[in-house]
């Protein structure tokens, strides 16, 4: 299959969301950042905790059901309650999951700064955590993508603009964003979160180690009034393993496998499945065990809005739970 650019937006977004959703290394990290908003959003009687703990089963059903919401169209997330096909009341944005097992009090607003094909839009569905799901996005045929994955609500905009009204969100994702950013716009971008973000909101955060340290990037979030929870290189071993392919064949190597288009998809072989169960691994150690990773491609923190709080129920302070 040959590789697809930008010249062919529609078919490029559509392979670029199922490249996200079967690649190990977006699943990996995306298990880190799972754990991070499990952890860090209030309360334990969600329906994730039916879905299964960590692991990459959890991420195979999410692949079945992201081509679900492509040919459904998933329920509006607007509205706290929504019907299921069989009449009885679900979880909204997740009409999988049976309403009984959805607590109203424990649903928040959720924004993706650069939501892209809108895969991290249908992930945060799959945690049935979130009253509405908000996506910002300046491609035009993104966006339009992203849409065809569910009713939600993705807006144009940019990191350093966001479209969004002042203390509107619980939790907000921002992955491979910043490094994209013009220099000095990521403190613009980052203030734009904490004008967002309510009073004890949390933030996920995933950039290039080209730009930034865990400690860069952590001191860049301090500045903004946020307290980080959590700060550490991601993906040690897989980067690791790019790092030993370069220097064995650099001619052949290329950083970005996307740099000449998105490749045809592969089968996940014993490699690949490998590669799951590392990444689940280093997951484990960085978010159950609490240890940073000492290299990786990626960079990956979590942080709270250290505004004092209202009435969300979120603790404060930079404690780790």
């Known amino acids: ?70 040919r459904a169209k998933a329920a509006s997330l607007r509205y706290p309650l929504v019907a299921s096909r069989s009449g009885q009341r679900s979880c909204p944005g997740h009409p999988c999951v049976p309403y009984q097992n959805y607590n109203s009090d424990l649903c928040f607003d959720a924004v993706d700064i650069g939501c892209g094909a809108g895969l991290t839009l249908v992930r945060l569905a799959e945690l049935g955590r979130f009253h509405t799901i908000t996506g910002v996005e300046p491609s035009v045929e993104a966006i339009t993508h992203a849409k065809s994955l569910g009713d939600f609500d993705v807006r144009q905009g940019t990191a350093e603009q966001l479209p969004c009204d002042t203390n509107s969100a619980d939790m907000l994702t921002c992955f491979d964003v910043l490094q994209h950013l013009d220099a000095g716009n990521d403190k613009t971008a980052v203030a734009e979160m904490a004008r967002v973000l309510r009073p004890g909101g949390v933030v996920v955060l995933r950039t290039s180690r080209e730009m930034y340290s865990p400690h860069s990037l952590a001191k860049l979030m301090k500045d903004a009034g946020f307290d980080v929870l959590q700060s550490s290189y991601v993906n040690c071993v897989g980067s690791l393993l790019q790092e030993l392919r370069g220097r064995i064949s650099p001619r052949q190597f290329r950083a970005n496998p996307t740099g000449g288009g998105l490749p045809g998809l592969r089968s996940r072989g014993v490699a690949s499945r490998l590669m799951e169960i590392v990444g689940t691994i280093e997951a484990f150690i960085l978010t159950r065990v609490r240890i940073g990773l000492p290299f990786g491609h990626s960079v990956m923190l979590v942080a709270r809005n250290g505004a004092k709080l209202g009435t969300t129920g979120l603790p404060t302070g930079g404690d780790f739970g």
Request: glycine share 8%; aromatic share 12%.
């Open 1 to 70: 299959m040959t590789a697809i650019t930008l010249d062919q937006p529609n078919a490029y977004f559509d392979r670029l969301a199922q490249f996200e959703a079967e690649h190990w290394w977006s699943r990996s990290l995306w298990l880190v950042a799972r754990h991070w908003i499990e952890r860090y959003l209030p309360g334990n009687s969600c329906p994730l905790r039916t879905t299964g703990r960590i692991g990459m089963g959890g991420l195979d059903n999410l692949l079945s059901r992201w081509q679900s919401h492509k």
